[in-house]
């Protein structure tokens, strides 16, 4: 397994494997790897020849330092898992100088309001950060596919809009959301959970669930609202928002219509642990 942390040793690598005509199908990673993970680099490597897995951990996605300190770095161990994959993956480990050069500021975007809804009205300056790393990235692996979890579905439509205003040569796939058995959306963050939130956070995915069910006769501000009351009686999770969108311009949905499709994203507090689901509305 080749394992690069210089810009110039992986971009010398892969300008060997395209003189090759071979395609590259890319996975961004934070690191802490796990089978959510994993399913996006084995549909990377189905539809590619070569699979690169970059791990960093973005300093500028996070506008919370103690979660940026806290965050898990298990780079030795997500390399034996991707093993588990295949041992001809290609990781990219940079270091936060050789991505920042020095000056760890994330760029401006403007991603035409998508940026301004949801996580972006709680996390100040969030998708800056991501779309200055995905960027970056994206100029130094130069990939022909790269491949996103669904979980972050908002991250997705960004990432989308990133490659089409900035004319970024590279097919952005979206991929279905990992689960663990008891439903809770596979995430780094889940292995940082006390074990009652453990036991508890599966209440997030039941109650999407039985969202969307209410969603086929009911309103968006009743399914909405009954969602608020149900966290309200819970007694370990706290629900940062729940919202009803339109998928394409994840606007939070006034009155519905049969000619749109719409998607409910959660964001709940177990603890001081953040975590994020969604599930698509009919």
Sequence with gaps: MNIFSEIKQIQKFITQLKLKNQTIGFVPTMGALHQGHLSLVAQALANNDVA????FVNP???????????????LEKDADLLKTVSKDIIIYAPSVDAIYENNVIAQHFSFDGLEHEMEGRFRDG??????????????????????FGEKDFQQLA?????????HIPVKITGCKIHRESNGLAMSSRNTRLKPAYQTAAPFIYKTLQTAKDKFGT????KVT?????????????KLEYFIIADVKTLKTVK?????????????VYADDIRLIDNIALK
């Design 158 to 166: 960004i990432i989308k809009k990133l490659v089409e205003k900035y």
């Design 126 to 147: 969030h998708f800056d950060g991501v779309g200055t790393i995905v960027k970056r990235l994206f100029e130094i692996i130069t990939p022909d596919n790269a491949y």
């Design 225 to 237: 609202e009954w969602v608020y009351n149900e966290f309200a009686k819970h007694e370990l999770l």
């Design 52 to 55: 690169v897995v970059s791990v």
């Design 218 to 221: 009911k309103s968006a501000n």
């Design 60 to 74: 500028t996605q996070f506008d919370n330092a103690e979660d940026l300190k806290k965050y898990p770095r298990t």
């Design 255 to 267: 009155r519905k219509s049969k000619t749109k499709n719409y998607r409910a994203f959660i964001a």
